[in-house]
């Protein structure tokens, strides 16, 4: 019998300290346990190399890896927030019986020439949501980012009663922090604008409320559906869709290579278009049951009123998936919007679409209320045109955001400059000189603040004119950050489009973040403190490798 030559195989692997604990680190963000490295599995693997490093994999050390992980993210954004104009999204999710508030942050990015997206906060709410605790959150959250309130340009949310009064309390907050007189003063030609538009602008607001476009044509298609025959329908497909789900003919629709039939979530009217869809998918079959059996007898109108209504649901759902997508732009909602109106509007024989459409002009108003969105679409030069009836409101906010841009750069002009400032002790003799020495500087510095005041007006003014004389560009194909980056924008308004043009139309990013938390805020994992829930979310969420 012979001998069986074993061979041992040895990896010898290179590895620092560093670098062990960010693979630790990131193995809680992706769901392990802190239970995990103490176990004899991880042990075996390696608690030789944790040894070897220095490493101590107690739950308590594991804890304070993903802490310090933490604070190096939120520096990381810190640095790349500082001394922007920036937008806040916000929105409030119930898991495991324990409430949480999302807070992220979106802003341009110079590097990335586009906007981005990150994760300030998902803190836990034991309060009553109402609009000065929800309030409070944020406010301590830009605190502890180091983001001025009054560099908040907007706060998307929906339209909840509690988030609007959110939104109310933090603009009278950012206006209350600043000097109002010369908050007040614009940098604009009053030739240029109405009486009414240069009323509206003394008092503007300084941080605008945003509503959720996604959740607005969201109560649009559910007052469609309300409407009584549209309702009488819906409950009719439902009843077909319920009595196909039977075993028998579930089995009977998979033999004859048929997909299964859907039931809808009544408060969710995209399951309904797909409970429809599919039934318009399943009428041979249908058809084929009706014969011997009223339960599914449909009739050719019937037939006829649900494809209709397939019809108008698929063209919402379509927009509505266009919508939720990660880098929309205002410009980009606006055209989608109104595309969706205007196919809405053609169908003037059908009650819900009419009924959506009306609905959309309605909602329509409380969208354009909010003059970023108006501006922002106002700088994309694709679809310039959409804001015709609100020109003159977005040229003062353009005008607006110029001052607020200069406002910062002038801030941080000023922190880079030590003061020069001397402390002379004169005799009494000289008194009555150096008080005309300090009234000719005052003199001095008034004309300078008068010349810059001069300076600052003028090109703004006539680069908005040359924009609006500039032909709208029929290219669809590029993004309006492209467009806005070309070498042919104009320079000064390049700035201001490209903070307005970062504004968030929906909260879709607060969703995904919520999507994140059900995979780690599992059943398994329900106790979890809120700090180290939070410290794995603003890890996770905002891409450990992405930091870097």
Same mark, same amino acid.
């Given at each position: 019998m012979?001998?069986?030559k074993?061979?041992? !195989?040895?990896?010898?692997?290179?590895?620092d300290?560093?670098?062990?604990?960010?693979?630790? #680190?990131?193995?809680?963000?992706?769901?392990?346990?802190?239970r995990?490295?103490?176990?004899?599995?991880?042990?075996?693997i390696?608690?030789?190399?944790?040894?070897?490093?220095?490493?101590?994999?107690c739950?308590?050390?594991?804890r304070?890896?993903?802490?310090?992980?933490?604070?190096?993210?939120?520096?990381?954004?810190?640095?790349?927030v &500082?001394?922007?104009?920036v937008?806040i999204?916000m /929105?409030? #999710?119930?898991?495991?019986? &324990?409430?949480?508030?999302?807070?992220?942050v979106?802003?341009?990015?110079?590097?990335?020439?586009?906007?981005?997206?990150?994760?300030?906060?998902?803190?836990?709410s034991?309060?009553?949501?109402t609009?000065?605790?929800?309030?409070d959150?944020?406010?301590?959250?830009?605190? !502890?980012?180091g983001?001025? +309130?009054?560099?908040?340009? $907007?706060?998307?949310v929906?339209?909840?009663?509690?988030?609007?009064?959110?939104?109310?309390?933090?603009?009278?907050?950012?206006?209350q922090? =600043?000097?109002?007189?010369?908050?007040?003063?614009e940098?604009?030609?009053?030739?240029?604008?109405?009486?009414?538009?240069l009323? =509206?602008?003394?008092?503007?607001?300084?941080?605008?409320?945003?509503r959720?476009?996604?959740?607005?044509?969201?109560?649009?298609?559910?007052k469609g559906?309300?409407?009584?025959?549209?309702?009488?329908?819906?409950?009719?497909?439902?009843?077909?869709?319920?009595s196909?789900?039977?075993? !028998?003919i579930m089995?009977?629709?998979?033999? @004859?290579?048929?997909?299964?039939?859907?039931?809808?979530?009544?408060t969710?009217?995209?399951?309904?278009?797909?409970?429809?869809?599919?039934?318009? =998918?399943?009428?041979?079959?249908?058809?084929?049951?009706?014969?011997?059996?009223? @339960?599914f007898m449909?009739?050719?109108?019937n037939? &006829?009123k649900?494809?209709?209504?397939?019809?108008v649901?698929?063209?919402?759902?379509?927009t509505?998936?266009?919508?939720?997508?990660e880098?929309?732009t205002?410009?980009?909602?606006?055209?989608?919007?109104?595309?969706?109106h205007?196919?809405?509007?053609?169908?003037?024989?059908?009650?819900?679409?009419?009924?959506?459409?009306?609905?959309? #002009? &309605?909602?329509?108003?409380? +969208?354009?209320?909010?003059?970023?969105?108006?501006?922002?679409?106002?700088?994309?030069p694709?679809?310039r045109?959409?804001?015709?009836?609100?020109?003159?409101e977005?040229k003062?906010?353009?005008?607006n955001?110029?001052?607020?841009?200069?406002?910062?750069?002038?801030?941080?002009?000023?922190?880079?400059?030590?003061?020069d400032?001397?402390?002379?002790?004169?005799?009494?003799?000289?008194e009555?000189?150096?008080?005309?020495?300090?009234?000719?500087?005052?003199?001095?510095?008034?004309?300078?603040?008068?010349?810059?005041?001069?300076?600052?007006?003028?090109?703004?003014?006539?680069?908005?004119?040359?924009?609006?004389?500039?032909?709208?560009?029929?290219?669809?194909q590029?993004?309006?950050?492209?467009i806005?980056? /070309?070498?042919?924008?104009d320079t000064?308004?390049?700035?201001? $489009?490209?903070?307005?043009?970062?504004?968030? #139309?929906?909260?879709?990013?607060?969703?995904?973040?919520?999507?994140?938390?059900t995979?780690i805020f599992?059943?398994?994992r329900?106790?979890?403190?809120?700090?180290?829930?939070?410290?794995?979310?603003?890890?996770?969420?905002?891409?450990?490798? !992405?930091?870097?």
């Amino acid at each position: 019998m012979g001998h069986v030559k074993i061979i041992t !195989k040895r990896a010898t692997i290179s590895m620092d300290r560093e670098t062990f604990i960010r693979g630790i #680190v990131q193995q809680v963000a992706d769901g392990a346990s802190l239970r995990f490295f103490s176990s004899k599995g991880f042990q075996i693997i390696a608690g030789g190399m944790a040894k070897k490093l220095d490493v101590s994999l107690c739950r308590e050390n594991i804890r304070k890896y993903v802490l310090e992980e933490e604070q190096r993210v939120i520096n990381e954004i810190k640095k790349a927030v &500082r001394n922007k104009l920036v937008y806040i999204k916000m /929105d409030g #999710v119930r898991k495991h019986h &324990r409430d949480f508030v999302g807070i992220n942050v979106q802003f341009y990015c110079n590097e990335k020439q586009s906007s981005v997206v990150k994760t300030l906060a998902c803190v836990e709410s034991k309060e009553r949501k109402t609009g000065e605790n929800l309030a409070d959150i944020v406010v301590n959250i830009l605190e !502890k980012y180091g983001i001025k +309130l009054t560099n908040v340009l $907007a706060l998307v949310v929906d339209s909840a009663s509690n988030m609007t009064k959110t939104a109310n309390i933090l603009n009278t907050m950012s206006c209350q922090s =600043e000097d109002l007189e010369n908050e007040q003063q614009e940098l604009t030609d009053p030739s240029s604008f109405t009486e009414e538009n240069l009323n =509206e602008m003394s008092t503007r607001l300084n941080i605008h409320h945003q509503r959720c476009s996604v959740h607005l044509l969201q109560l649009c298609v559910k007052k469609g559906l309300e409407c009584s025959s549209s309702n009488q329908l819906v409950r009719h497909v439902r009843k077909i869709a319920t009595s196909m789900r039977r075993p !028998k003919i579930m089995s009977s629709l998979d033999n @004859d290579g048929y997909n299964r039939p859907k039931l809808d979530m009544e408060t969710r009217w995209g399951s309904t278009y797909k409970m429809i869809d599919r039934l318009c =998918e399943l009428q041979p079959a249908i058809d084929k049951l009706a014969v011997g059996n009223d @339960d599914f007898m449909v009739s050719e109108e019937n037939w &006829r009123k649900i494809r209709h209504l397939k019809e108008v649901l698929s063209a919402a759902f379509v927009t509505t998936t266009r919508l939720e997508e990660e880098h929309l732009t205002p410009g980009d909602f606006v055209r989608e919007w109104a595309a969706l109106h205007h196919l809405l509007s053609t169908k003037t024989t059908c009650v819900v679409s009419s009924t959506i459409a009306g609905e959309m #002009v &309605r909602r329509k108003n409380l +969208l354009f209320n909010n003059r970023i969105l108006v501006a922002a679409t106002f700088l994309d030069p694709r679809y310039r045109i959409l804001m015709k009836d609100y020109s003159s409101e977005a040229k003062a906010t353009v005008a607006n955001t110029y001052r607020r841009l200069q406002n910062i750069e002038q801030c941080e002009t000023d922190s880079t400059m030590s003061p020069d400032i001397s402390i002379v002790n004169s005799s009494s003799s000289d008194e009555q000189e150096t008080r005309d020495n300090f009234d000719s500087i005052l003199h001095q510095m008034e004309m300078t603040e008068n010349e810059r005041s001069h300076k600052m007006e003028s090109p703004i003014h006539h680069s908005i004119r040359n924009y609006e004389k500039q032909k709208p560009i029929r290219n669809k194909q590029n993004s309006v950050f492209e467009i806005i980056n /070309d070498e042919k924008y104009d320079t000064i308004l390049r700035p201001i $489009a490209q903070t307005l043009s970062a504004l968030p #139309v929906t909260q879709v990013s607060c969703e995904r973040l919520f999507s994140l938390m059900t995979l780690i805020f599992s059943d398994w994992r329900s106790h979890m403190k809120p700090d180290l829930l939070q410290a794995i979310l603003i890890i996770k969420a905002n891409d450990l490798s !992405k930091t870097d």
